[in-house]
């Protein structure tokens, strides 16, 4: 058991601070046009479906699975708009400082103010919508002690359940870094990913069986994630770039600008393998639990 033999807290307590986190969020993104507004909410979604995923036995399948998908859904519509802030701030504001004077770079910037404007306008009616209402009335539903199954009144069972989710996340992990020096960007982006969620799952673990293990644990494994911040802003910048090329002329100056950004940006996310792969091995020869 814990560390502190504490009872566990009910999966119920957990989903009514990420709902919380959610509403929070969406309040955020309507009065404040930040790139942080769009990340807070992108991170409470992320939370919710980690937490759908953790604690699927203990849900009735059918709500557990049309919530998750609604959640994914509208992660990928939040995290469109975080993703177009994020190329206009750390990529082309620099770049326009730089080149003052670039027509083909005021274009493209322009043409990026344009899409966030529009974006930011359909997220706000989308978070206003009756869908993402019946969303989160859905999601409400598991505040409730007794929409969960008998299981989740068992720490046993739920400490059992953590554990093994764990071990499962970790494995996956230990098989996207198997090969660290030799990743390509999507590789070490399903690396990345696979990292977040054995960390989502970590972070609820511990809020239920606090452990000075899992939280050993938990710190190291931040310090990895950190150092793949760049790599991961890159793959951003990248998608949301050649999104906007779709209606770019080819051998445009625009098209050739939006190209020698994602390859600047790449360029510039210079990844110290080793001390990457120094920090995957510190993380793994800690214990989980």
């Given at each position: 058991?814990?560390?502190?033999?504490?009872?566990?807290?009910?999966?119920?307590?957990?989903?009514?601070?990420?709902?919380?986190?959610?509403?929070?969020?969406?309040?955020?993104?309507?009065?404040?046009?930040?790139?942080?507004?769009?990340?807070?909410?992108?991170?409470?979604?992320?939370?919710?479906?980690?937490?759908?995923?953790?604690?699927?036995?203990?849900?009735?399948?059918?709500?557990?699975?049309?919530?998750?998908?609604?959640?994914?859904?509208?992660?990928?519509?939040?995290?469109?708009?975080?993703?177009?802030?994020?190329?206009?701030?750390?990529?082309?504001?620099?770049?326009?400082?730089?080149?003052?004077?670039?027509?083909?770079?005021?274009?493209?910037?322009?043409?990026?103010?344009?899409?966030?404007?529009?974006?930011?306008?359909?997220?706000?009616?989308?978070?206003?919508?009756e869908r993402v209402a019946d969303v989160l009335a859905r999601g409400r539903e598991m505040t409730v002690p007794g929409f969960w199954r008998p299981a989740a009144e068992s720490p046993e069972?739920?400490?059992?359940?953590?554990?093994?989710?764990?071990?499962?996340?970790?494995?996956?992990?230990?098989?996207?870094?198997?090969?660290?020096?030799?990743?390509?960007?999507?590789?070490?982006?399903?690396?990345?990913?696979?990292?977040?969620?054995?960390?989502?799952?970590?972070?609820?673990?511990?809020?239920?069986?606090?452990?000075?293990?899992?939280?050993?644990?938990?710190?190291?494994?931040?310090?990895?994630?950190?150092?793949?911040?760049?790599?991961?802003?890159?793959?951003?910048?990248?998608?949301?770039?050649?999104?906007?090329?779709?209606?770019?002329?080819?051998?445009s100056a625009e098209r050739h600008i939006a190209q020698e950004l994602i390859k600047a940006k790449e360029a510039g996310v210079g990844l110290d393998h080793k001390r990457l792969q120094k920090?995957?091995?510190?993380?793994?020869?800690?214990?989980?639990?």
């Amino acid at each position: 058991m814990t560390d502190a033999q504490i009872p566990a807290t009910h999966p119920a307590a957990l989903l009514a601070e990420v709902l919380d986190e959610i509403d929070a969020a969406r309040a955020f993104v309507a009065r404040d046009d930040a790139f942080d507004s769009a990340q807070a909410l992108r991170v409470a979604l992320r939370r919710l479906r980690s937490a759908l995923t953790l604690f699927r036995p203990l849900l009735p399948p059918d709500h557990n699975k049309a919530l998750l998908e609604d959640a994914r859904w509208l992660s990928a519509e939040v995290t469109r708009l975080r993703d177009l802030y994020l190329l206009w701030q750390d990529t082309l504001t620099p770049a326009r400082v730089a080149l003052p004077d670039n027509a083909a770079l005021q274009t493209l910037e322009a043409r990026v103010l344009a899409r966030i404007e529009q974006e930011r306008a359909e997220l706000r009616a989308l978070l206003a919508s009756e869908r993402v209402a019946d969303v989160l009335a859905r999601g409400r539903e598991m505040t409730v002690p007794g929409f969960w199954r008998p299981a989740a009144e068992s720490p046993e069972k739920l400490e059992g359940l953590c554990h093994e989710t764990l071990e499962l996340r970790l494995s996956q992990a230990l098989k996207h870094g198997e090969t660290l020096k030799r990743l390509d960007s999507q590789a070490r982006d399903s690396f990345r990913k696979s990292l977040r969620k054995l960390r989502a799952t970590a972070e609820f673990t511990q809020s239920m069986f606090a452990s000075k293990k899992t939280k050993a644990f938990l710190k190291q494994l931040k310090k990895l994630l950190e150092s793949m911040v760049a790599a991961r802003d890159a793959s951003a910048v990248r998608d949301r770039l050649e999104d906007l090329m779709r209606d770019m002329e080819d051998g445009s100056a625009e098209r050739h600008i939006a190209q020698e950004l994602i390859k600047a940006k790449e360029a510039g996310v210079g990844l110290d393998h080793k001390r990457l792969q120094k920090l995957w091995r510190a993380t793994v020869a800690l214990p989980l639990y």
